[in-house]
């Protein structure tokens, strides 16, 4: 039950577009569409972005999208926008039937 | 107005039990896989357990396999952690958390503290 991988941070302009990674295996990631993201502010609970890979949770802005290829999800954010300032966790379905985190990235917007 | 109010955290000794508890409102909680989640002060999150509508399921983080037991009471509304043979590394702000998967709502958390 390793953590999914993530970049420690990213960053961009406002305005700019940024992606996130999110690479684990064909046990969970590769293996599965239930691939969700979440935005967490600090010390506030996270709030669920993206699921099931593409899907907007609601309320949450079209500038936020999910894709998947292989063992990799992304979550881009487009038009960056100063409250995107976020960490963000990917989690995933797994072949043992648990679930599992990404390590995390820290959004900093220039 | 979908509600998750966690409770019963605190200061432990290494070795000691802690029962988590997690009371639900604003939905039909006996519809709903649920879930706690764990994050480590400054550190990420990590999914510890979760369990199926009717109790009949329950699924456990590899650390945490035979210390935790996840239960709930669907005719209190309640989803509870009972937490045996606390370490140090169990420390951590505790979420409930509904559904098993696409996590949707979040309690604010609690905090559990395993120190001497």
């Known amino acids: 039950q390793s953590a999914l991988t993530q970049p420690a941070s990213v960053s961009g302009s406002p305005g700019q577009s940024i992606t996130i990674s999110c690479t684990g295996t064909?046990?969970?990631?590769?293996?599965?569409?239930?691939v969700s993201w979440y935005q967490q502010h600090p010390d506030k609970a996270p709030k669920l972005m993206i699921y099931?890979?593409?899907y907007r949770s609601s309320g949450v802005p079209d500038r936020f999208s999910g894709s998947k290829s292989g063992n990799t999800a992304s979550l881009t954010i487009s038009g960056l926008q100063a409250e995107d300032e976020a960490d963000y966790y990917c989690?995933?379905?797994?072949?043992?039937?648990?679930?599992?985190f990404g390590t995390g990235t820290k959004v900093t917007v220039l | 107005e979908v509600q998750l109010v966690e409770s019963g955290g605190g200061l432990v000794q290494p070795g000691g039990s802690l029962r988590l508890s997690c009371v639900a409102s604003?939905?039909?909680?006996?519809?709903?896989?649920m879930s706690w989640v764990r994050q480590a002060p400054g550190k990420g999150l990590e999914w510890v357990a979760n369990?199926?509508?009717?109790?009949?399921?329950?699924y456990y983080v590899d650390s945490v396999k035979g210390r935790f037991t996840i239960s709930r009471d669907n005719a209190k509304n309640s989803l509870y952690l009972q937490m045996n043979g606390l370490r140090a590394e169990d420390t951590a702000v505790y979420f409930c958390?509904?559904?098993?998967?696409?996590?949707?709502?979040w309690g604010q958390g609690t905090l559990v503290t395993v120190s001497s």
């Open positions: 369990i199926k509508e009717d109790g009949s399921e329950k």
């Open positions: 099931e890979v593409s």
């Open positions: 604003g939905f039909t909680f006996s519809s709903y896989w």
């Open positions: 989690s995933s379905h797994t072949s043992s039937n648990t679930r599992v």
């Open positions: 064909s046990s969970d990631v590769g293996g599965y569409k239930y």
């Open positions: 958390v509904r559904r098993g998967t696409n996590f949707d709502y």
